[in-house]
């Protein structure tokens, strides 16, 4: 053959692999949609990847189709979206939800290694290390959070007081207040006793009353099987410290 029509060959061979490439890369990165209600991108297991490394901070919001809470948490996330999206920051920030409803996608996010319990669960993506976000998942929380991360900031999380924490005559002998680690450490280690833990929603109308059975039936069930039946309560989607 001759060098220089082999050389002309490989050349082209070179560059239908790059554009190839490129293609690919074009075709991926596509699939990442923007939700048309709001500034919320819609990702799932095969792009989340993409996403995450194409920006400085995203913070994204895994939930499902049978979490109720679920729903109004998207409500707030896509607020505090279009308010980000209108802001001037110093890095941009960009919000995404993750449908985690079958194993399927369950399995795709394993390689980011993310360990949490229940819905809703939101984790920042910066720097190639993720973090939990165990703020309030609300509009103006989860704005000043994501402002203070673009600027550069520290951003320290207060744990939030749970339901039965924030009462005055809080006695975890009658109800312990959990989260997702104390639940593993402690009712699922706990094989000796039968727990009965109350999962709320600690933004719902009517968690009062939800206490307060709670509570009677904890006292009761104290008295009539002392030392065999324990009571907790877990807010849904709250991690630990």
């Known amino acids: ?16 692999i790059l554009l190839g490439v490129m293609s690919s890369a074009s075709s991926q990165q596509s699939s990442v949609k923007l939700d048309d209600s709001s500034n919320v991108f819609a990702v799932n297991g095969t792009d989340l990847e993409t996403l ?4 400085p901070i995203v913070l994204v919001l895994f939930f499902t189709s049978w979490c109720r809470q679920c729903e109004q948490s998207l409500s707030q996330f896509g607020e505090a979206a279009s308010k980000l999206s209108a802001a001037t920051l110093d890095r941009p920030v960009v919000l995404a ?5 079958t194993e399927e996608q369950r399995r795709l996010r394993e390689k980011f290694h993310l360990e949490f ?3 809703p669960a939101l984790f920042t993506f910066e720097d190639g290390k993720h973090r939990r976000y165990t703020g309030k998942l609300e509009t103006n929380e989860i704005v000043s959070y994501m402002t203070s991360a673009s ?9 939030v007081k749970g ?15 959990l989260n997702e680690q104390s639940f593993a450490s402690i009712v699922l280690s706990d094989p000796k006793r039968i727990w009965v833990v109350g999962v709320y929603n600690g933004a ?9 059975g709670i509570l009677a039936a904890a006292r009761a069930s104290l008295q009539a099987f002392p030392g065999r039946v324990r009571f907790g309560a877990l807010e849904a989607g709250r991690a630990g410290p």
């Open 117 to 119: 319990y229940s819905y």
């Open 204 to 212: 719902a109308v009517g968690y009062n009353t939800f206490a307060r």
């Open 97 to 101: 939800k993750y449908d985690d409803s």
């Open 1 to 16: 053959k001759n060098p220089r029509t082999s050389m002309k060959w490989m050349k082209w061979r070179i560059v239908c």
């Open 163 to 177: 339901l039965f924490e924030a009462m005055p005559a809080y006695d975890e002998d009658v109800v312990i207040e």
């Open 151 to 159: 600027n550069g900031l520290k951003v320290e999380q207060k744990p």
């Open 52 to 55: 995450v490394v194409s920006h």
